[in-house]
């Protein structure tokens, strides 16, 4: 049985390589044309559990509203932020921030080239440095996401399940990956996974590895990688509160910076906790009327939310509140959950402008 080689891949690859804005096409790298690390960069973040269609309209839009690092670095935070919204996981728009900030700083404004050098980056864990390194700056390193996870457990037949096996789909990664076009090893192996080597019903016959495959020779391709059973994932219950004005302008205060939506807008509310809705406060007296509950789902837990809505005459706002003008809700950066809170008690849509909201 031949053993699985890399330039079978980049064979397959030359030919079958997705089209994406961010990327130089194999016969453009084989001449010497590598990416701006700039856009790599960009694109790896926002594909950080986001799927590749979701991310090509965000992706154009903000490289034609900050075209380089440079313009980014010196965007204002709320600009960013609103325009991250609908992409969801909010972190990921502050690192970015912070990231582009770090390297015009301390780095010349270039990033560095290595995996070791990009980990130390703001919001740059080991994939997204190993893939900046390999397809930006060529270099050998080994790039495991969650495409690549699954064809290297079924290429070796791996049985222990995720995330136990991670290490040593690593390391069988390290080995296949090649010293010449390790940037297009990564992306071939990216779209092997998002392709050919699908979670269910692989295409086994159009793949370059069919012959060397143990899971295909088996015949249980479809059943992995396995993986450890899931603790369930818990309820969180709470109260939000819409005040919109007669002329749609909607009360809204922002969460603080750290933790979950941190940066974003929300309707004020209760905290959120399981069992139960705790106690909450209006945020003024108003002729509060029930709307339902909406519910949502986070990575980590569920959550259902009362909402009452009021509409109301001109009020100054409470404290820490502030009235968000009816023509700015659109381009703010409302999180998901909000807008459909905002849209239970208003019957009005609240939607972000761009793409398809994630959170
Ligand atoms: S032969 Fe099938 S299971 Fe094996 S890597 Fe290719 S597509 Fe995946």
Same mark, same amino acid.
């Given at each position: 049985m031949p053993a699985p080689s890399a330039t079978a891949l980049l064979d397959?690859?030359?030919?079958? @390589?997705?089209?994406l804005p961010w990327r130089i096409p194999p016969e453009d790298r084989k001449l010497g044309v590598l990416p701006d690390p700039y856009r790599i960069w960009l694109s790896e973040v926002m594909l950080q559990?986001?799927?590749?269609? @979701?991310? =090509? &309209?965000?992706?154009? *839009?903000? !490289?034609?509203?900050? /075209?380089?690092?440079?313009?980014? %670095?010196?965007? $204002?935070? *709320? *600009?960013v932020m609103a325009a991250w919204a609908g992409l969801g996981y909010y972190s990921r728009a502050r690192n970015l921030k912070a990231c582009a900030e770090a390297v015009t700083r301390d780095h010349g404004g270039r990033f560095p080239e290595t995996v070791e050098g990009l980990a130390t980056l703001p919001g740059i864990g080991p994939y997204t440095a190993a893939a900046i390194a390999a397809i930006a700056f060529d270099t050998p390193a080994a790039v495991v996401d969650g495409n690549v996870e699954r064809v290297v457990a079924r290429l070796f037949a791996l049985e222990a399940p995720l995330p136990d096996v991670k290490p040593e789909i690593r390391r069988l990664t390290a080995t296949l990956t090649p010293d010449k076009r390790p940037g297009d090893f990564a992306q071939a192996m990216m779209d092997l996974g998002a392709t050919i080597c699908t979670p269910k019903r692989p295409a086994c016959a159009l793949c370059p590895w069919s012959e060397p495959c143990l899971a295909r020779r088996r015949g249980d391709a479809d059943t992995l990688p396995r993986r450890r059973a899931k603790a369930e994932r818990p309820t969180r219950y709470g109260t939000a509160f819409v005040a919109h004005r007669y002329d749609g302008a909607l009360l809204? #205060?922002?969460? $603080? +910076? =750290?933790?979950? !939506?941190?940066?974003? !807008?929300?309707? $004020?509310? &209760? +905290?959120? =906790?399981? +069992? %139960? @809705? /705790?106690?909450?406060?209006p945020p003024f007296q108003a002729d509060w009327k029930s709307a339902g509950d909406v519910e949502h789902t986070f990575t980590h837990f569920h959550l259902v939310l009362s909402v009452k809505g009021a509409e109301v005459g001109d009020r100054p706002p409470p404290a820490d509140c502030f009235w968000l003008e009816a023509a700015a809700v659109a381009g703010e950066a409302l999180p998901s959950v909000m807008r459909k809170v905002v849209e239970a008690a208003t019957g009005r849509p609240a939607r972000?402008? #761009?793409?398809?909201p994630k959170m």
């Open positions: 397959w690859y030359d030919v079958h @390589a997705r089209r559990q986001t799927t590749v269609a @979701a991310v =090509k &309209s965000y992706f154009l *839009d903000f !490289l034609a509203r900050w /075209p380089t690092l440079q313009a980014l %670095a010196a965007a $204002p935070r *709320d *600009d809204v #205060r922002r969460r $603080p +910076d =750290k933790g979950l !939506l941190g940066g974003m !807008l929300e309707v $004020p509310g &209760s +905290d959120w =906790k399981e +069992d %139960a @809705a /705790p106690e909450a406060t972000q402008r #761009r793409g398809t």
